[in-house]
């Protein structure tokens, strides 16, 4: 059975957030994203060092559409270069994955 995955990435406000979210879950990209607001950044970027509010986003997904999600990720995200990062799972409740594997299959 193929394994579920985790994606993280960060986005500038929750609304774009749960609009992309949404858009991805439709197109059964993700079975789920959850979106947690009030995350405090300080990142490099361009040789500065800033600061700024972003919210978190947790996509659930499946190993093998690891690529069409970042796909689809980079081209409705806002920023230039959007954090995209695969967390593989060591596991998972039976019913947990079952789940996200119908809800993300074609």
């Excluded at 970042?70 to 799972?89: C, D, F, S, V």
């Amino acid at each position: 059975m193929e394994r579920p995955l985790l994606v993280y990435t960060t986005f500038p406000d929750a609304e774009t957030a749960l609009a992309i979210g949404e858009e991805l879950v439709r197109a059964r990209l993700a079975a789920c994203v959850n979106v947690l607001p009030g995350m405090r950044s300080v990142y490099a970027w361009k040789g500065a060092v800033e600061r700024g509010d972003e919210v978190v986003a947790i996509l659930k997904t499946r190993e093998g559409l690891a690529d069409d999600l970042a796909t689809a990720l980079k081209k409705r995200h806002p920023y230039e270069t959007p954090i995209i990062l695969h967390l593989a799972t060591s596991g998972a409740d039976a019913a947990t994955a079952a789940w996200i594997l119908s809800e993300t299959s074609g």
